[in-house]
């Protein structure tokens, strides 16, 4: 049976990029903290897929850290500075919210010796979310409200919408490799110039004494890769291909299951990111009656699957209980054509209207 | 320049196995947390690794926690309970040293309530420390001594000598794939069934809960490969022509530079390791002027390469500042061939008359 990969947010097929750029550094021997040869071609190549992250995400080489994923990442802040509390927006991933939440999401304003942490778009939803230094130039809390610090979870926004971490005014970003299309298993921490952390692992003395560990120097060779691809797709305005047939989706969608809800559907998106919600028909039981018809889609970001029934971002944004455990996540990538798109709506009208004559 | 690569316990090359098992593994879309198909073969590959794993350290599947390395397992322990002090060996490895130590090496008894945490074989010299638990079945500070827990690190022993966890008295194991012949930047952290510790890292709930964040396939894919292929490669006595080899270079060396120290010759050593000394001829110095010459060789462990002069791990063992500063680690692996040996003894040897001459 053919399969249809409409799963994106969950993770990305390996780019040819990524897999040509792992395949060459199998080649290198050498550990990047040997100091003869063998070690020192490690090491540039640890250095030149720095230089292509960094582009990808509009910083300086020195502020990107490599780690094992952004999870790793988040985990590397879950305590700033002593005494410092980390307030976290309530539709961010798991990462961020389990590591972070010393407190939620304050509804106060704050004063300062604090950090937000939020997610720039929502994996579930594709939503994004303003940074707060973007609105008007002033934090939404106030005048006297200034955070101190300022944590993006932008690993659902690289390379998908326009994004530079040097004008976003954050101070730290998170960011997974295999979103974009490299590996999974790594990503990166973001530090803004100047600003200090400690170490989560120390030993070795690795990415500049922050990050211990010998470096998984074939992975960060296909982050690089994808990285620079990923960007030179957004330039070429792949996602504007991707974002007509995310709206191709819905349309057909709506045609044919008038009740739907397209979450945030008018304000501002991903352009790969459809999550709709059929009341009453389950997540969880469409995406298993979706892969058994060949489709791979999501109920919820992959990392929840099978954890939770209703969906923690769409409570906070609002629905009810059978509401939010009736949303279906569908994430295209560039590679996504018209034919899957229509193939998918045409087998997912079938079974609501199943769906809907059992209910009936 | 032909190269000659003597620093596998730097970083051993990738083996075939694991190459073939990561491209392959390059070719799985899905998201091993993800339900659906592709998501349930992603799992299904890690799966089989942590099988492999298993099998090659000698425990269940279940008491391998996969990790971005040792250092990070070694991270995972650092507080293994509340007021419970762990121990560190003093010729342990910095990702332990630095991790866990909360107190040097007892010498006095130690009461329960603790954590032994050594290194079964030294990645400097290659001396292999029978772990406390099989001295007679005592642990070596008395009968009122018994720590609570063992922590292993059998990162450099793994493939090389006989080890399995089940019989080994240990509690915890933490190891790297890169040192057997898988990829940099992937390893694990082995818990003895029974023992709870806490997650270092919470969010997804990946690895039984003990380590969130997307995993990384094609590393583990490889990791699960290399461990197979090691496996069969020490049954299949492989590492008794290494040691030969090893023992080869070493005559070669002692005959023509007779006041070289052989550090741990004639005890229970590694089978690939050769680490000498040359007083007076700076380690450092030796690894440059080898490595000019196409051999590729360490003064040390990769990890505290240009970071210090003289070994912590010799100094413990007793050897003065000059001696500890004039070490060279030549470690072998299944590809070293005679002629590298003997190759590499010949220009040692001239390179050392040139230094004596010097020095006289």
């Not at 590397?76 to 990462?95: C, E, K, S």
């Not at 058994?292 to 992959?302: C, H, K």
Request: proline letters at 5%.
């Amino acid at each position: 049976m053919t399969r249809t990969y409409l799963d994106y947010n969950a993770t990305a097929p390996l780019r040819d990029e990524a897999r040509a750029a792992m395949v060459a550094a199998m080649d290198l021997v050498g550990n990047p903290s040997s100091v003869h040869a063998e070690g020192r071609a490690a090491k540039a190549l640890v250095e030149n897929a720095r230089a292509q992250v960094a582009a990808a995400v509009g910083c300086a080489p020195s502020e990107v850290i490599f780690t094992s994923g952004a999870t790793e990442a988040a985990q590397m802040l879950a305590h700033p500075r002593p005494g410092h509390d980390v307030f976290v927006q309530d539709t961010a991933h798991d990462a961020l919210f389990s590591h972070l939440k010393l407190s939620d999401w304050p509804e106060r304003p704050l004063g300062p010796g604090h950090t937000l942490a939020m997610g720039l778009a929502n994996s579930e939803t594709g939503v994004i979310t303003q940074p707060p230094e973007q609105i008007d130039g002033q934090w939404p809390y106030g005048d006297t409200a200034r955070a101190d610090w300022l944590l993006l979870d932008v690993t659902q926004a690289v390379g998908r919408i326009p994004f530079a971490f040097s004008w976003s005014g954050a101070d730290f970003a998170i960011l997974s490799a295999h979103k974009l299309g490299g590996p999974k298993g790594v990503g990166a921490l973001i530090v803004r110039q100047g600003v200090d952390i400690d170490p989560l692992t120390t030993g070795g003395g690795q990415e500049m004494g922050r990050r211990s560990g010998t470096e998984n120097v074939i992975g960060i060779a296909g982050f690089g890769a994808a990285a620079e691809a990923a960007a030179r797709d957004l330039a070429d305005g792949a996602w504007d291909r991707v974002a007509k047939l995310r709206d191709m989706l819905e349309d057909a969608i709506a045609t044919g299951a008038n009740n739907t809800i397209f979450v945030g559907k008018g304000g501002p998106r991903l352009p790969n990111t459809s999550c709709f919600v059929a009341p009453g028909w389950k997540g969880e039981t469409q995406v298993m009656q979706m892969d058994l018809a060949g489709f791979a889609v999501s109920a919820g970001s992959a990392c929840s699957s099978g954890k939770v029934r209703a969906s923690r971002v769409l409570r906070a944004m609002g629905f009810d209980d059978i509401a939010a455990a009736s949303a279906l996540r569908v994430s295209l990538g560039t590679a996504t054509t018209e034919d899957d798109i229509l193939r998918f709506a045409e087998t997912w009208l079938a079974k609501y209207m199943k769906f809907r004559a059992r209910a009936a």
